[in-house]
């Protein structure tokens, strides 16, 4: 059990240091500069939207997955690349959904000029991330 319990932790504290590394790059980039959206990206860790992706570069492949023990860590890692997700893959590997690139939703949140007490209604068929940052910014 003491086993399980560490790997949780360590799985846990390298998300954090993965998502601040992410969240750094945009910072340092200029796809987030609202403090509000910083706050919204710091509190809505990427990788529970995707428990199971493709990397466009790797369609063919198998997939990377969180119940896959042996590959978690991979997982993990993949999950903050600055890459979409692709969450679903139909015939002829085309992917149907996708968690979008993290700079392309930045950009997108970034440039709505969202305000505080705004209602938005975010129809999206992707994971659920950029709803999960609306939903913490409003």
């Given amino acids: 059990m003491t086993?399980?319990?560490e790997l949780a932790s360590r799985l846990q504290r390298l998300a954090g240091e993965l998502n601040a590394a992410l969240i750094e790059q945009m910072v340092r980039e200029g796809t987030v500069s609202d403090p509000a959206w910083r706050a919204a990206f710091e509190a809505?860790?990427?990788?529970l939207f995707a428990p199971r992706f493709t990397l466009p570069d790797q369609v063919g492949s198998p997939a990377l997955?969180?119940?896959?023990s042996a590959r978690r860590e991979d997982w993990l890692r993949a999950a903050y690349q600055r890459k979409p997700l692709?969450?679903?893959l139909e015939e002829h590997n085309i992917a149907t959904t996708s968690c979008s690139a993290p700079a392309v939703v930045a950009i997108m949140?970034?440039?709505?000029?969202?305000?505080?007490g705004q209602s938005v209604l975010e129809i999206g068929t992707g994971t659920g991330w950029t709803a999960g940052l609306l939903a913490h910014r409003l």
Avoid: K, Q
Wanted: zero cysteines; a negative charge.
């Fill in 3 to 5: 086993d399980v319990i």
């Fill in 109 to 116: 949140l970034e440039s709505s000029e969202i305000t505080d």
């Fill in 44 to 47: 809505v860790p990427r990788h």
């Fill in 65 to 68: 997955d969180v119940a896959d």
């Fill in 86 to 88: 692709l969450t679903d």
